[in-house]
């Protein structure tokens, strides 16, 4: 927030999701080389770059229901992406949703925080 004015472009979980699409397509396009690249111009570490990568890596149904989640605009997001990161390594999907499943009970999105 600056002046007392939220942002117009949402910040947390839709841009990293959204960001790991758009990296995607600029290495598959031949515009970037590789990660390693992306980083650079980034100004993040390869590791991070990598952390945003993997967002893609989860089921379409999941990335779905992260970006629909009510945006928390008092204290924090009630997921974390932290919390996603195993999720998003795991590459079978039908073990993904398991995972993400135990993190929603466990989590669960409170409307009053929203």
């Given at each position: 927030?600056?002046?007392?004015v939220a942002?117009?472009?949402?910040?947390?979980?839709?841009?990293?999701?959204?960001?790991?699409h758009?990296?995607?397509?600029?290495?598959?396009?031949?515009?970037i080389i590789?990660?390693?690249?992306?980083?650079?111009?980034?100004q993040?570490?390869?590791?991070?770059?990598?952390q945003?990568?993997w967002?893609?890596n989860?089921?379409?149904?999941?990335?779905?229901?992260?970006?629909?989640l009510?945006?928390?605009?008092?204290?924090?997001?009630?997921?974390?992406?932290?919390?996603?990161?195993?999720?998003?390594?795991?590459?079978?999907?039908k073990q993904?949703r398991?995972?993400?499943?135990a993190i929603?009970?466990?989590?669960?999105?409170?409307?009053?925080?929203?």
């Amino acid at each position: 927030m600056q002046d007392g004015v939220a942002p117009s472009t949402p910040s947390g979980r839709v841009p990293r999701i959204t960001l790991a699409h758009r990296c995607h397509r600029l290495i598959q396009d031949g515009t970037i080389i590789n990660q390693s690249e992306l980083a650079h111009y980034g100004q993040i570490s390869t590791t991070r770059m990598t952390q945003i990568m993997w967002m893609d890596n989860l089921a379409p149904d999941i990335q779905e229901e992260i970006l629909f989640l009510p945006n928390t605009v008092k204290g924090r997001d009630p997921i974390k992406e932290a919390e996603i990161r195993p999720i998003a390594k795991t590459l079978d999907w039908k073990q993904q949703r398991k995972m993400w499943r135990a993190i929603k009970d466990t989590q669960p999105v409170n409307p009053s925080q929203t």
